[in-house]
């Protein structure tokens, strides 16, 4: 069975930083692309990063360009979104998603329509002002 096991969630204060992590089981980690979305609430799912080094292909949000960065250790089946200089903006609830490497790009999370093939349950993030 495939799960998506997502921490780290939680508050902070505008300015701050938090790394969300996402460990995946139940699949073969390198192939799949893990990326994150987030929805807050009253609004739709938005993409918020994915990159697929082998495939080419990213996605940034554009309010998150330049403060958030994804890593993995897959010796842990874990990959992180590391998430700095956090706005009030920036609260939601934030999902990791696992997509099959073959025939993906990451331009598909632009669509807020966007299913992908796992997601986890999400860890909500609350930024104070």
């Known amino acids: 069975e495939v799960q998506l096991q997502a921490s780290g969630g939680g508050l902070v204060q505008a300015g701050g930083s938090l790394r969300l992590s996402c460990e995946g089981s139940?699949?073969?980690?390198?192939?799949?692309?893990i990326g994150w979305f987030r929805q807050a609430p009253g609004k739709e799912r938005e993409g918020v990063l994915c990159?697929?080094?082998?495939?080419?292909?990213?996605y940034y949000g554009d309010s998150v360009k330049g403060r958030f960065t994804l890593s993995s250790d897959r010796s842990k089946n874990t990959a992180y979104l590391q998430m700095n200089n956090l706005e009030p903006e920036d609260t939601a609830r934030y999902f990791c998603?696992?997509?099959?490497?073959?025939?993906?790009?990451?331009?598909?999370?632009?669509?807020?329509?966007?299913?992908?093939?796992?997601w986890g349950q999400g860890t909500q993030v609350t930024v104070s002002s």
């Open positions: 990159v697929d080094s082998r495939g080419g292909t990213s």
């Open positions: 998603a696992a997509d099959r490497t073959v025939g993906f790009d990451c331009n598909y999370y632009s669509s807020a329509a966007y299913e992908s093939d796992f």
């Open positions: 139940g699949f073969r980690f390198d192939d799949y692309i």
